[in-house]
């Protein structure tokens, strides 16, 4: 969990975060599309729609825009289908990457994979070669004011949560992926509302990279995947002390 909750900080640290609203608006819905054909159209029904949706709305995404969204997961729009693939890859220094995507041309997505790996010094590796090394789990982000952090432990340990961690920034819940709506349900029915419900790989080890051009060469990838219009999340496994990260933000 820390080496997955480390990444977010990094794209802060890097100034990575200001994607283009229109690529975030396109990121979100295939989100809702990949929800939609995963568990009906029905947010009252699919726990992982509804988390779509709520994500879209917290980016102020307009509800026409999630409306196209749920039928083209339904097939009401005739639009092509999209579907939900995931790439297994390292980055320079040896380090694991699993990148979500979804698509609705997989000779596209997997052509851009490619590109972006090769040009950044990276290795597309085959399926199953990357993915044994994370765990799949559920990740809630609570916010700090919400409650206190044994208010928040004793409701979400009673729900099926595995664990939780606080910081100066937020409470951070970690669930098996099979209850990951059931306990994010249990904080809303205690009037605790969560500001993020998603499925993750946390890594089951983190490698150590001491030196800055390396570091750099891996946030580069990083950077460059998660700017593929097609990518939804990207999962690693590294770990860069912040000082090496404030070091590479003039390079």
Known sequence: MAGHNKWSKIKRLKGALDVKRGQLFSRLSKE?????KLGGGDSSTN???????QGARAQSMPNDNIDRAIKKGTGESG?????EILYEGYAPGGVALIVEAATDNKNRTAADM?????????????TG???FLFHRKGQITVPLDAANED???EVVLEAGAEELESDDEQHL???PPDQLYAVAGALKAAGMEPDSEKLIFIPQNSVSISDEPTADKIVHLCDALEDCDDVLAVHSNFKIPEDLLACGQDN
Not at 79 to 83: G, I, M, R
Not at 114 to 126: D, H, P, S, V
């Open 114 to 126: 490619r590109l972006i790996f090769t040009k950044n010094e990276g290795q597309l590796a085959n």
């Open 32 to 36: 809702i599309v990949v929800a939609v």
């Open 129 to 131: 070669s990357v993915s």
């Open 79 to 83: 639009a092509q289908a999209v579907e």
């Open 151 to 153: 208010r928040i432990l």
């Open 173 to 175: 819940v970690t669930t």
């Open 47 to 53: 726990p992982r729609l509804r988390a779509a949706i």
